[in-house]
T-cell receptor
Framework: AQKITQTQPGMFVQEKEAVTLDCTYDTSDPSYGLFWYKQPSSGEMIFLIYQGSYDQQNATEGRYSLNFQKARKSANLVISASQLGDSAMYFCAMRERNTGNQFYFGTGTSLTVIP | DTAVSQTPKYLVTQMGNDKSIKCEQNLGHDTMYWYKQDSKKFLKIMFSYNNKELIINETVPNRFSPKSPDKAHLNLHINSLELGDSAVYFC????????????FGPGTRLTVL
């Protein structure tokens, strides 16, 4: 079974609108971390936001927030007030303790912001 | 200061050659990784080292050999390069805990002709 599933290969959003990128995960470990990374066309991998399995509140970092629904095992990324510079690939990742803290990445979602 | 650095950034070579990619991190992290990103942007873990010891070795050809001279360095040596090895290779590092993110290097774009 896939550890991380991103079902949206491509998404479009109008500039200044909000967009949600979906991510579901599969683990039986009670201790894990969830991460989102951005990869613009220039190629670097940029860490955006982290959510811990024991965190009671959803993580937020500026215009990024993580909609963490533990029972559903989902960790969707919400980008508010989209900007042209948000156009990029977005990867969801999980790190769980019982597999030696290995990282698992999803297949990514390509986001295009339309002016 | 660059946290995770890789050299070279671009590597163009002929089939059959041997090449190395170097990686260094100055973050004091315990764990370092090598990933391969193919043309479809899929990130595949290749190797993971914790304190100079190999802890993950995914099913990659044995033409790929990682070398960790110390905790801050994890180099990737590739023998007998093949066309299918063309990809972007990322080095990354992290602290060894499920709540710490990975820091990635800028990537090395390898093209095998």
């Amino acid at each position: 079974a896939q550890k991380i599933t991103q079902t949206q290969p491509g998404m479009f959003v109008q500039e200044k609108e909000a967009v949600t990128l979906d991510c579901t995960y599969d683990t039986s470990d009670p201790s894990y971390g969830l991460f989102w990374y951005k990869q613009p066309s220039s190629g670097e991998m940029i860490f955006l936001i982290y959510q811990g399995s024991y965190d009671q509140q959803n993580a937020t970092e500026g215009r990024y927030s993580l909609n963490f629904q533990k029972a559903r095992k989902s960790a969707n990324l919400v980008i508010s007030a989209s900007q042209l510079g948000d156009s990029a690939m977005y990867f969801c990742a999980m790190r769980e303790r019982n597999t030696g803290n290995q990282f698992y990445f999803g297949t990514g979602t390509s986001l295009t912001v339309i002016p | 200061d660059t946290a995770v650095s890789q050299t070279p950034k671009y590597l163009v070579t002929q089939m059959g050659n041997d090449k190395s990619i170097k990686c260094e991190q100055n973050l004091g992290h315990d764990t370092m990784y090598w990933y391969k990103q193919d043309s479809k942007k899929f990130l595949k873990i290749m190797f993971s080292y914790n304190n100079k010891e190999l802890i993950i070795n995914e099913t990659v050809p044995n033409r790929f050999s990682p070398k960790s001279p110390d905790k801050a360095h994890l180099n990737l040596h590739i023998n007998s390069l093949e066309l299918g090895d063309s990809a972007v290779y990322f080095c990354a590092s992290s602290q060894g805990d499920s709540h710490n993110e990975q820091f990635f290097g800028p990537g090395t774009r390898l093209t095998v002709l």
